[in-house]
Nanobody, 114 residues
Framework: VQLQASGGGLVQTGGSLRLSCAASGSIARINTMSWYRQAPGNQREFIAA???????NYADSVKGRFTISRDNAKNTIYLQMNSLKPEDTAVYYC?????????WGQGTQVTVSS
């Protein structure tokens, strides 16, 4: 299984970005896909998750600003990020969890300028 994240970039405070993460390979039908981020000097932190049944969960820091969604036909998840703040600057990673395995994608850099 491979995860390919994309969509990062440089945006001004208050702006928006949409991240994508496409999973390829043999993927269990029951799974949870999620987004994490890691800023320099910080630990990787959970941002949002969505199950194969489309149940979602968010970190308090992004509730109301970020929206996670998925397209099961494409094995792809999205993270719509609105009202971005400088503290959202980080490398964003996607993760796929199945009943038996755990996969990480490469990161995509998001930089929010003040």
């Amino acid at each position: 299984v491979q995860l390919q994240a994309s969509g990062g970039g440089l945006v001004q405070t208050g702006g928006s970005l949409r991240l994508s993460c496409a999973a390829s390979g043999s993927i269990a039908r029951i799974n949870t896909m999620s987004w994490y981020r890691q800023a320099p000097g910080n630990q990787r932190e959970f941002i949002a998750a969505i199950t194969s049944g489309s149940t979602t969960n968010y970190a308090d820091s992004v509730k109301g600003r970020f929206t996670i969604s998925r397209d099961n036909a494409k094995n792809t998840i999205y993270l719509q990020m609105n009202s971005l703040k400088p503290e959202d600057t980080a490398v964003y990673y996607c993760r796929l969890i199945t009943p038996t395995n755990n996969y990480w994608g490469q990161g995509t850099q998001v930089t929010v300028s003040s």
